[in-house]
């Protein structure tokens, strides 16, 4: 029996992507953006370019940074798992001073962006403890995701499954 890989679908690349060109048309923009540099050994060995080419999958990377107004904004997105963002905005904050891309711009204030399909009341409150500041920005086709995911646990979704589940094994799958 073979089985088949379902490909991922990259929503926030795409989602962030998105609201960058809409709120942020003039600012420098770098999506994807690593952060933090590359160990001093790679660099005293191979020079500062080559060590952070080689050492680019280990760093964190925010969804966007943006440089404009003499500030820094890291952008961090999450359709559900808001904890997740919460949780790497500040550590990718800590990094923007020594990260060898933004060392022109390392004098500038960082402020920290999560953002999300919908508010949730506990996000709101952390990020407010955290100093980040919740974005609710969602097109159609990511309140499409927000909606058709958001119903998976509710009891008619969990009764669905279970009949179709009840349904293949008679069918012997």
């Known amino acids: ?47 500062e370019a080559a060590a952070l080419r080689l050492y680019r999958p280990s760093r964190p990377e925010a969804d966007a940074v943006i440089l404009e107004k003499r500030r820094i904004l890291v952008i961090e997105a999450k359709i559900f798992k808001f904890m997740d963002g919460l949780a790497k905005l500040p550590v990718y904050k800590s990094l923007v001073p020594s990260t060898p891309e933004l060392a022109d711009f390392a004098r500038w204030p960082v402020d920290m962006q999560l953002l999300v399909a919908a508010h949730v009341d506990w996000v709101d409150d952390a990020a407010l403890k955290q100093g980040i500041q919740i974005v609710d920005y969602a097109p159609p086709w990511v309140t499409d995701i927000w909606n058709t995911r958001n119903v998976y646990w509710t009891k008619d979704a969990v009764e669905a499954r279970d009949a179709k589940k009840a349904t293949l094994a008679k069918l012997g799958y």
Do not use: F, H
């Open 1 to 47: 029996m073979s089985t088949q890989t379902k490909l991922r679908r990259e929503i926030e690349p795409k989602w962030v992507a998105e609201y960058v060109a809409e709120k942020y048309p003039n600012a420098i923009v770098k999506l994807r953006c690593p952060l933090g540099g590359a160990p001093a050994s790679l660099v005293d060995s191979m020079g």
